[in-house]
């Protein structure tokens, strides 16, 4: 009898996020509106975060609320009937005895739910939307952003190409006069700031202060990081990430590396959402939470 056997979430995710890039669509590249704020739990109103944040904004629904189908039955509401969900994934944690010690230890399990829009439910109150007018046009906010990191590297500017080096803690970068946009030459900072914040002094982060090869595994995950965490903030910052094109030779070499690590997404996601609030100077709680978004749904 052949064995069973079950999907994980890593896989669940992953898969998704290939059938998105197959149809041309990077979800990291789709910021969400900034008048509406990242997408949220219609009842708790707290923010997804992590690979949730993609997952969600990828959809391009117009509501930024969602919910599991036994929150609105809970609140007496409805999915209407041939609605689908969409999966997102969250961290459970439980006490673990050692075997081998008897000590008792963390363990942290990745549980899949399955969330609807709020356009896809009745019977539901649904709150307003608030517009949040920018304090800030984007390129301002962009400039805003950059200057007031906390423990910024020294960012030098009239280089051949964008870098950083982590040896001397330092970006380095063409002349702003170079880039063919202002939105390209902030995208381009962001994403570079982002391996800045895996610095030793700063997160700490391996994929970044492991040594390794261009074209290696934990190069193709750092440049992953820093791609998600420069659209995490060029969507705060509303521009879009104008760092790759989306092009058929990018999607592939993506598509390629995530089919022969499912679980490479989350921990990206996660690693990305961190250095964000770092380089923005919020202090997000998320415990001991090791990635993917650490909320019930």
């Known amino acids: 009898m052949d064995t069973l056997q079950r999907t994980t979430p890593y896989e669940v995710i992953t898969n998704r996020i290939l059938a998105?890039?197959?149809?041309?669509?990077?979800?990291?590249?789709?910021?969400?509106?900034?008048?509406?704020g990242m997408p949220r739990n219609l009842f708790s109103q707290h923010a997804y975060r992590g690979i949730n944040v993609w997952l969600l904004t990828a959809m391009g629904s117009a509501s930024p609320f969602w919910a599991t189908f036994q929150q609105v039955t809970t609140a007496g509401g409805r999915v209407r009937q041939g609605e689908r969900g969409v999966p997102v994934v969250f961290w459970r944690m439980y006490d673990h005895k050692a075997p081998e010690t008897g000590d008792q230890e963390k363990r942290f399990v990745l549980r899949q739910y399955t969330v609807f829009n709020a356009a896809q439910l009745d019977g539901v109150a649904l709150p307003a939307i608030t517009v949040i007018p920018h304090r800030f046009t984007p390129i301002e906010r962009c400039a805003h952003l950059v200057d007031a990191m906390p423990n910024r590297p020294t960012i030098l500017h009239g280089h051949q190409r964008a870098f950083y080096t982590p040896a001397t803690d330092?970006?380095?970068?063409?002349?702003?006069?170079?880039?063919?946009?202002?939105?390209?030459?902030?995208?381009?900072?962001?994403h570079e700031l982002v391996h800045a914040v895996g610095h030793r002094s700063r997160l700490n982060r391996p994929t970044l202060t492991d040594l390794c090869l261009f074209g290696d595994p934990t190069y193709a995950k750092e440049e992953l990081v820093a791609e998600m965490g420069a659209s995490y903030l060029g969507g705060v910052c509303g521009i879009t990430n104008a760092t790759l094109a989306n092009s058929a030779a990018y999607l592939q070499s993506w598509m390629e590396v995530l089919r022969h690590d499912p679980t490479l997404l989350v921990p990206a996601a996660a690693q990305a959402q961190k250095a964000a609030d770092y380089i923005q100077n919020l202090h997000v709680d998320a415990g001991a939470v090791p990635t993917g978004d650490d909320r019930t749904p």
């Open 20 to 36: 998105l890039l197959e149809q041309g669509t990077v979800p990291w590249h789709r910021p969400w509106d900034g008048t509406t």
């Open 170 to 190: 330092t970006l380095h970068l063409p002349s702003p006069a170079c880039f063919q946009s202002p939105e390209a030459y902030y995208a381009t900072v962001f």
